[in-house]
């Protein structure tokens, strides 16, 4: 009974790999699949050696898009070949930095290509097992996979001996119940071991010491769903869709205070600028941007003079931010940069998973402290205070999600700074008395 | 007592791992769905089959926040209320959803059908503000369509509160 | 051995092994770098973030607790951004923290408090209201208190992977984590209260301890535990003459920081306010307060009147399991000499006598395993007992070995002991089927085939497993005796490498009970009575005669009462109607029953003459544990009325007209170091509180019958009459559960 339009409102600039199938009625059965080059992908694998499959994806510069831009095909290249223990794949599922959706539409639209990348992921390291961890609220995905595993299985997609390669490969899904700790990979591993989702020292990293003990590797919906396409077409195709060393395309989730709110598929280095004004149709109600969130929360904010900006890994780390999961959340001008801060800490302070000190006092001393100095009232120390907890949170903690929480508040401190300072000069919220615009 | 069908689904879904400690959360969550909520007995239940501690069960109850201890409501609205929807008034939705039912955060109404709880960002960012009612996306909610499926969740009232 | 790595900290070089953590590495040349999660010995947790330090070349700070050295690493652990760090760690630590130390358990020695101290924290920033809690009653013994919880999750991983008792969880998340326990609200667990002492700050206090005081108004003594015969290092705490804690914060002694409940908490009978103080006399059928020298005289008079009359042969002697070395080898000077006779034993809980005369003969009295050799060893063969109940830190010793390196255990066990998820090959035999399994392993009987519920394959697999190891450490209990032990000893030699030897004794003296010769047919160091050489050379020493006929045994002597040939009994430190199921008319023959007592025991209740005691917390001298290790009791406070079974003796021997000369519980000891074989020990060793193993020689006589060894089967919460006295071991629930039960 649920009430949701499809995101993918689709825009003459997009360049459609991964969503090519999306618009295809029933595009989430074999049938549809395979009739439209599904499962090619896994055939070719299997003619070349698992090296070769890894090379190509290096290749590629595909990097991971759960978040850190790690080039997939080196984190494929860590685990051993030689090794008497199981290996396993495991897909990150857990799709929950707040501004990010677009692992659902490719489970929801294409279940099968990541179930084909899943496949040839298994193949390259020689694994014989893989998971799909699940955020628990995506429970409607979570069947929509388990039909969709059920048909590969029927037609010998999965299983042993798929396609006569003698290869052998089982896959399960996995549900997490509520938290996003749990997108972390070490902490992912817990819980899918049944263990609170608390993070593992590292080293060793999971590609050494993962899941049961055993080589691992973990990676994103999306950057899986690529791997059929990098197989098909070759890795120099795909890294000559994006920019150096930033291979192919991204869906990016454009959010928040925009005309298109949607999900779209554009090469890598896009322009930001060109994204918000030409792809999402501007800041809605033809308002003025005063802010972006280029990657979800967890990433600096740009401010509206910073947004001519390519949309990849390296150059939003040139100027201070992170391209992060292509969540872009857009801020118009009436926005209170101190009740986005407050929300975004609240959104720490609750995901928090509590093992670390810095992480787990910390964002509760944020996320307090935010709320008192927008809802009560501020003291002129408070954003000094603010700031220098941030710094003994950043680089301190034991996973990124402590640095997850300070550098949107460290960024917020420094580039909205004047704002706190009105909230201090009026004693009160300068925006509570504008409206808040509704949809 | 656990229902035939939730203890076969524990079986199929402790199978699918070489350790069966790895079933605790989906099991946890499933006996949830069938229950309403965590009772002693699932606890007891799952720790025997997985070959654990209960205490160990408890441990994960407390961590993931979908889980609960307690009854909730037959429809469990849970507003987002984090950065995109906010942005897009999620707060009011959750705010009107409170003042509807006479209700707050995490409680649930005296007749046992709604409960209401702000969540965090449930991937809906591009469809704000959004909610799920169990496991049922809305987005793009306004009031207007909050009280036009209030109404509608009231008349369904009869129907079982998971979808299979 | 692997090269090793040269690193430099602080600019001082360092060398270390391979797979040294860096804060054990800063250590050795003297850089303490602050930790809380870190613990040594506990899994790693990288959780409080304390040890970070600056190591060139990583972008980062890093963990010194999680970090392993490489080699020329650099490391920088004085840079202002790691005082900024220290400081900054602990102002996070504070935000939800109350802050009430002065009413705090552990003020004074909260590690919270010091670091603060030597570090800083800024004066707190935070403004906003701290998260509270009430308190937790987890159970009578331990109280949770959440605001002070630093989350540094020492009390669970002690739990977990010390005691394998894993009681201890984690609760919701967040800034609103907490400790959580087993059953619901309630603590259900070996309440050892490990978790107390890890504890780095106050948050769990011992329901014995807690708001009694503060730690700089105690006295602090460290002396031996009194129950079971591990023989844990324990400090007491004494306040205005009362014993209020029992710990082992410094960690010394062969326990290390371990101690079972009984050690932790277990001591109050001390203070029961049911400890006998003065002297009953019975006088017209009742018992009635008599002071010291009418009862000491009445007893002596009477003895002379018996020993007129029917000579030596009508006295007997039983002694303690509890008592000192010294008192022991006393009270048997006192019974072969003064009284004339050998009719003299204790409740013998393991059959040392056989293990000694084993070893002896086979020449291997260097076989004697320590309780240190238990943890240190590579594999481990556990023949009947309940260690988990009847030696805590033995279990807890087999644990280390298996969790710290590796060590294989093996058990054969008629029952399901805990210790079986230790195991690698674990025997379930039949019931008593113990001695059977060791003589089939021995190859001197075939095993019945209905022995082990695998057939005679998993006793050929033990067997086989047993020749692929090396260094074995084998205990065994009271299943194993007689000829049994000697079969073991035999076989257990022919095993590859150093195997050694443990015999299990159920209470704190109960092997110096054996090795003083509190025995019918042996002298102390396990000289046969009837060894003419032996005797003669205590008569010597002791200016005395010695009967030489071998006197009665224990169930010997319940008959020579029961008879009417026994017409005198003194029993020190033990309760034989209750320990022997003894009936009613089983004591009523005698014409004197002397007991020297803590409390009015189902023996004491018949005696004509009972006095009071001193315990263990009252008085100096030695106990040897199990293992053979000897270790010094010391004074910690007086009880008035009471006298040690060591003065009691010299004033009866006083009454006897003897001229003892001992002045001190180390006059005695001075002397059995000199006589007695297998005890000359180093004193002054002893008197720093060292652990000083024994390797005793000797043939003593073979076992007269089985059923003079035999163990009380004592529960975690149980200690003989002790316990009974105890309310910590009864206040806790697990006390009321059936013997064997699992957490
Ligand atoms: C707090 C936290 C949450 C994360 N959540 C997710 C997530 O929901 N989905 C995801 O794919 N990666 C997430 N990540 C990143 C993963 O740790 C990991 O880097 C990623 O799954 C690797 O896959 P990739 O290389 O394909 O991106 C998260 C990281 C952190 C620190
Ligand atoms: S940084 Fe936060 S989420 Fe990560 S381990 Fe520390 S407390 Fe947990
Ligand atoms: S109770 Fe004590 S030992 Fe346990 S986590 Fe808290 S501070 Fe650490
Ligand atoms: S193990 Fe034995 S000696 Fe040690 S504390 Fe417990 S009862 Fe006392
Ligand atoms: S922020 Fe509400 S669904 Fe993502
Ligand atoms: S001691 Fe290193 S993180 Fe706690």
Not at chain 2, 91 to 108: D, R, S, V
Not at chain 3, 271 to 287: A, D, F, T, V, W
């Amino acid at each position: 009974m649920a009430d949701y339009r499809n995101p993918m409102l689709g825009s003459p600039l997009e360049v459609k790999v991964l969503t090519r199938r999306f618009d295809l009625a029933n595009s989430a059965s074999i049938a549809v699949y395979v009739a439209h080059e599904g499962y090619q992908a896994l055939k070719k694998a299997f003619g070349m050696k698992p090296d070769e499959v890894i090379n190509e994806v290096k290749k590629s510069n595909l990097r991971g898009r759960g978040g850190a831009g790690f080039n997939a095909g080196m984190k494929w290249s860590f685990v051993p070949g030689q090794t008497t223990k199981p290996k396993y794949v495991v897909s990150n599922a857990d799709e929950s930095e707040p501004g990010t959706c677009k692992d659902r539409v490719l489970m929801e639209y294409d279940p099968h290509q990541l179930i084909e990348g899943i496949v040839i992921a298994g193949y390259a390291i020689q694994s014989h097992q893989g998971y799909i961890y699940i955020r628990g609220e995506y429970r409607y995905l979570m069947d929509i996979l388990d039909r969709a595993i059920e048909e590969a299985y029927a037609q010998g997609y999965l299983g042993k001996n798929i396609l006569g390669s003698g290869f052998d490969f089982d896959l399960a899904t996995h549900t997490g119940a509520g938290a996003y700790e749990c997108g972390e990979e070490t902490a992912l591993l817990n819980s899918l071991e049944g263990l609170r989702g608390y993070p593992r020292v590292k080293p060793p990293f999971p590609a050494l010491i993962g899941l049961y003990g055993c080589p691992t590797i973990i990676n994103n919906v999306e950057t899986l769903s690529n791997v059929p396409h990098i197989i098909s077409h070759g890795g120099d195709w795909y890294a000559k869709l994006g920019t150096p060393n930033n291979g192919g395309t991204r869906l990016f989730c454009l959010s928040g205070h925009i005309e298109r709110p949607g999900i779209y598929e554009l090469p890598m280095g896009f322009p930001l600028r060109q994204m918000i004004e030409d792809v999402g149709g501007g800041v809605w109600h033809g308002k003025k941007l005063k802010c972006v969130i280029p990657g979800g929360s967890s990433c600096p904010v740009l401010t509206a003079d910073e947004i001519d900006v390519p949309m990849d890994f390296d150059s939003l780390a040139r100027i201070g931010s992170m391209l992060g999961s292509g969540g872009v959340v857009i801020l118009d001008e009436d926005t209170c940069m101190v009740k986005a801060a407050w929300r975004i800490m609240k959104f720490y302070a609750h995901e928090s998973c509590g093992w670390c000190v810095p992480c787990r006092e910390g964002t509760h001393w944020l996320k307090t402290l935010l709320e008192r100095f927008h809802s009560d009232g501020g003291m002129p120390d408070d954003p000094d205070t603010a700031l220098d907890v941030s710094y003994n949170i950043l680089g301190k903690t034991l996973c990124p999600l402590g640095d997850a929480a300070a550098m949107p508040m460290i960024s917020i401190l420094k580039k909205f700074r004047h704002e706190f300072e009105e909230h201090l000069k009026l004693g009160s919220c300068p925006y509570e008395k504008r409206a808040v615009n509704v949809a | 007592m656990l229902s035939d069908r939730l203890k076969a689904k524990f079986d199929s879904v402790i199978a699918r791992y070489p350790l069966k400690r790895s079933a605790i959360v989906p099991l946890l969550l499933f006996a949830q769905d069938e229950i309403g909520y965590v009772s002693d007995e699932a606890v007891e239940e799952i720790a025997r089959r997985v070959g654990v501690n209960p205490i160990e069960v408890i441990e994960d109850i407390g961590y993931y926040s979908m889980l609960h201890r307690q009854p909730v409501g037959k429809f469990h609205l849970q507003v987002c209320t984090n950065i995109s929807c906010m942005l897009r008034g999620g707060e009011k939705i959750f705010e009107h959803c409170a003042k509807e039912l006479g209700i707050e955060h995490k409680q649930t109404t005296p007749d046992g059908l709604f409960s209401l709880e702000e969540v965090e960002c449930l991937g809906a960012c591009c469809g704000a503000p959004a909610m799920q009612v169990n496991y049922d996306f809305y987005e793009n909610v306004t009031p207007e369509k909050l009280d036009a499926l209030l109404a509608d969740l009231r008349k369904k009232d009869q129907g079982s509160r998971i979808k299979d | 051995m692997a090269e090793p790595i040269k690193l430099s900290i602080d600019g001082k070089p360092v060398t270390v092994p391979p797979g040294t953590l860096l804060i054990e590495a800063a250590k050795q040349v003297g850089i303490e770098v602050p930790s809380f999660c870190y613990y040594p010995g506990l899994s790693l947790q990288g959780a409080c973030r304390m040890c970070l330090v600056a190591i060139e070349k990583m972008p980062k700070l890093q963990t010194a607790c999680t970090t392993v050295v490489t080699n020329g690493m650099v490391v920088h652990t004085d840079t202002p951004e790691v005082a900024n760090t220290r400081k900054s760690m602990l102002e996070f630590l504070l935000t939800n923290h109350p802050l009430d130390c002065p009413v705090c358990d552990k003020g004074g020695e909260c590690e919270l408090q010091d670091a603060v101290f030597r570090y800083g924290a800024a004066e707190t920033r935070f403004l906003e209201g701290k998260l509270h809690e009430e308190e937790k009653k987890f159970s009578n013994l331990v109280y949770y208190d959440r605001p002070r919880c630093i989350l540094c999750f020492r009390c669970i991983r002690v739990c977990d992977e010390g005691m394998d008792v894993n009681a201890y969880g984690i609760g919701f998340r967040a800034a609103h984590s907490e400790i959580i326990p087993n059953r619901g609200e309630q603590l259900e667990c070996e309440e050892c209260g490990m978790c107390i002492d890890i504890c780095p700050v106050g948050a769990l206090t011992s329901g014995t301890y807690r708001y009694k005081t503060r730690p700089w108004e105690v006295t602090y003594t460290g002396t031996i535990c009194n129950h079971c015969g591990d023989g844990c290092r324990t400090t007491l705490s004494v306040r205005n003459n009362v014993v209020i804690r029992a710990n082992n914060r410094d960690h010394s002694g062969l326990n290390g920081e371990f101690l079972c409940v009984k050690g932790r908490f277990g001591w109050d009978f001390v203070n029961s306010e049911r400890r006998l103080k003065s002297p009953l006399l019975r006088k017209n059928g009742k018992q009635e307060e008599a002071s010291w020298e009418e009862a000491l005289t009445f007893t002596v008079e009477r003895l002379k009147t018996i020993l007129a009359e029917h000579g030596p042969g009508a006295v007997a002697v039983i002694g303690s399991n509890r008592t000192t070395n010294e008192e022991d080898y006393l009270l048997q000077r006192f019974a072969r000499t003064v009284l004339g006779t050998n009719d003299i034993d204790h409740h013998r809980t393991a059959d040392f006598s056989s293990l000694v005369r084993a070893l002896t003969e086979a020449g291997a009295t260097d076989r004697y395993a320590t309780i240190e050799d238990i943890s240190a060893a590579k594999s481990l063969l556990l023949i009947g007992n309940d260690p988990t109940h009847q030696h805590p830190l033995i279990a807890y010793q087999i644990r280390q070995a298996v969790r710290q390196h590796g060590a294989r255990l093996y058990i054969v066990n008629s029952r399901e002991i805990k210790l079986r998820r230790q195991s690698s090959q674990y025997l379930q035999v039949k019931p008593q089927g113990e001695a059977e399994a060791v003589r089939a392993l021995a190859g001197q009987a075939p095993a019945a085939q209905d022995l082990c519920a695998g057939g005679t394959g998993a006793l050929t697999a033990l067997a086989d497993a047993l020749k692929k190891e090396s260094d074995t450490v084998i205990l065994f209990g009271d299943e194993i005796q007689g000829q049994t032990v000697n079969d073991l000893v035999t076989c257990g030699l022919t095993l590859p490498g150093k195997t050694r030897f443990v015999a299990l004794g159920d209470y704190a003296n109960s092997r110096g009970a054996a090795d003083m010769g509190l025995l019918p047919d042996t002298l102390p160091g396990y000289q046969p009575l009837s060894n003419e050489k032996a005797r003669e050379r205590m008569e010597s020493a002791w200016a005395a005669k010695i009967p030489a006929a071998p006197g009665r045994n224990i169930r010997s002597i319940f008959e020579g009462i029961r008879a009417g040939e026994i017409k005198a009994l003194l029993v020190f430190g033990a309760n034989p109607v209750k320990t022997f199921g003894l009936d009613n008319a089983a004591l009523t023959g005698l014409q004197l029953l002397f007991v020297a007592e803590l409390f009015r025991t189902e023996t004491a209740e018949l005696a004509n003459v009972v006095v009071p005691a001193a315990s263990f917390a009252e008085k100096s001298g030695t106990v040897t544990n199990t293992c053979g290790e000897v270790q010094a009791l010391k004074r910690t406070m007086r009880q008035a009325g009471t006298r040690s079974d060591l003065e009691i003796l010299l004033a009866l021997a006083r009454l006897f007209g003897q001229r003892w000369t001992y002045q001190s519980p180390e006059d005695v000891l001075r002397e059995i170091i000199a006589l007695v074989p297998g005890y000359d020990i180093p004193l002054p060793s002893l008197l720093v509180g060292r652990a000083v193993p024994t390797h005793p020689e000797g043939r003593p006589p073979a076992l007269e019958r089985p059923d003079l060894v035999f163990s009380s089967r004592d529960s975690l919460f149980t200690s003989g009459t002790l316990s009974r006295y105890s309310w910590a071991l009864n206040s806790v629930d697990e006390a009321k559960k059936p013997y064997g039960h699992a957490f």
